[in-house]
């Protein structure tokens, strides 16, 4: 099972907010990492977009929006990434990461679109 | 603001060594780690492992016996070599700062990659 999974597509509407999920292996608690975040549209390389452990720490990337926040459900053991206010331009692919056993993991990301 | 330059061979056989460097330009290279990532065609993220301040490193260990960083602090120059390419390790190769200084602190700032293809 991989170490983080998220689901490879979501839709959403311009206007509407998005909930994008990155669930942690049975085994890794979410409460003990920070999620980070990045934002890749097709050609360039990924963005940072935020990194969440708890309301009292975090960090949001430089320039971005407001409107990206992070969050954790423990009860699903996932980190959140909430977009609100979707805009065309959000399409992108997105990336969740921990640091886990001295490595740095992504998920297989999430292909959002906005239609 | 951080910018990287990367250099490398872009198209290699198979069982032969892939070697890419990548320039830091306009900020401080001590203090960080540096990494690199990759991404084949159409997938995910995959990171490769880093180098730190101290020169030591963390590598993926997926990966661990065939990579090896090294840095050049005296040129703001880090380097990846993979040994025994296949043509799975055909991808784009990203060099990437980390976001903080003196802690182990995930890649903030990426260059814009290198497409390595491995063929006969």
């Known amino acids: ?115 | 603001q951080v910018q990287f330059q990367q250099w490398g061979a872009g198209l290699l056989k198979p069982s032969e060594t892939l070697s890419l460097t990548c320039a830091v330009y306009g900020g401080s290279f001590t203090g960080y780690s540096w990494s690199w990532i990759r991404q084949s065609p159409g997938k995910g993220l995959e990171w490769i492992g880093e180098i730190n301040d101290g020169g030591s490193t963390n590598y993926n260990p997926s990966l661990k016996s065939r990579v090896t960083i090294s840095a050049d602090t005296s040129k703001n120059q880090f380097s990846l070599k993979l040994n025994s390419v296949t043509a799975a390790d055909t991808a784009v190769y990203y060099c990437a700062r980390g976001l903080s200084k003196f802690v182990t602190d995930a890649p903030g700032y990426w260059g814009q990659g290198t497409l390595v293809t491995v063929s006969s």
């Open chain 1, 1 to 115: 099972q991989a170490v983080l999974t998220q689901p490879a597509s979501l839709s959403a509407s311009p206007g509407a907010s998005a909930s994008l999920t990155c669930a942690l292996r049975r085994g890794i608690y979410v409460s003990s990492y920070r999620i980070y975040w990045y934002q890749q549209k097709p050609g360039s390389p990924p963005q940072f977009l935020l990194r969440y452990k708890s309301d009292s720490e975090k960090q949001q990337g430089s320039g971005v929006p407001s409107r990206f926040s992070g969050s954790k459900d423990a009860s699903t053991n996932a980190g959140i990434l909430l977009i609100s206010g979707l805009q065309s331009e959000d399409e992108a692919d997105y990336y969740c990461m921990i640091w886990h056993n001295s490595a740095w993991v992504f998920g297989g990301g999430t292909k959002l679109t906005v239609l």
